[in-house]
């Protein structure tokens, strides 16, 4: 099976962020969009208190950041 150079993220990010605390109000809006990066992706997880997985960081200049679709805080929803 041959590797895939891309890697397709879903991501769901607050209009303000998020914190990965899990308490986000019951009037926070939110965007979902699906974004596919070549690999290496720039990106730095880290698991919230709330046990989902969100962007730390964005390597300067990396495929993620080139995209301007990311913000430290977004919640990762699926890769693959």
């Given at each position: ?9 879903r991501v ?19 965007e979902e ?13 880290y698991k ?33």
């Open positions: 099976t041959p590797v895939s150079r891309f890697t397709k993220f769901s990010a607050a209009a303000s962020g998020g914190d990965g605390a899990g308490a986000a109000s019951s009037d926070t809006k939110y969009y699906e974004v596919e990066l070549e690999k290496p992706i720039g990106l730095k997880f919230g208190r709330d046990g989902g997985v969100y962007i730390d960081a964005i390597a300067p200049d990396g495929s993620a950041d080139k995209t301007k679709q990311f913000t430290p805080g977004d919640r990762v929803i699926a890769t693959r």
